[in-house]
């Protein structure tokens, strides 16, 4: 574990791990402050992500600044958003069990250092890693789970929205939930 930002996120550059270094154009660390309160979840760098080695700058990325923008929260103010997975699997194949073994140490220091009172989980497969294995992430988005202090919560990954539109509405209901639970328990996102 690291205690200083600088340090993790140098050391992290240098990650040759797993095989995914090898393929990868940029390792995508992660964007925002890192003194948010309130941290996001993804799962991994797709194409855009990789040539830009900045994570959510695809379509799906423009959604997610939307919705953020609509509860008043944005990527280079006041929250951090970072991936379960830091580096492209080649032609967007799912991460294989080793390679997120490998990785998330990086995200565990990364939230350790940035000790935010929210995280929400973009998509069932970082809800899985970070709210519990079993989550149903249709019947149990927009719910906050108490973990060891730590509100955490899941939506639905920005890609499944462009997918299934008609989804977008209850998704947006789990931005407010997040903006009251904000004005509740956070001090300096606003
Ligand atoms: N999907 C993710 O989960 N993360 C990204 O950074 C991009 C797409």
Redesign the pocket.
Known sequence: MYDNWEDLKNACYDCKKCGLCETRTNL?FGVGNPQAEVMFI?????EQ?DLKGE??V?R??QLLDKMLDVVDLDRNKNIYIA?MVKCRPPQNRDPKPEEQEQCIGWLKNQVKLIHPKIIVC??RISAMKVIKPDIKITREHGIFFDKKGTLTMATL?P?ALLRNPTQKPGAMEDYFKLRDKIKEICKHTY
């Open positions: 995508v993804g799962e991994g760098p797709g992500e994570p959510f695809g799906g990325g991936n973009l998509g990954h890609a």
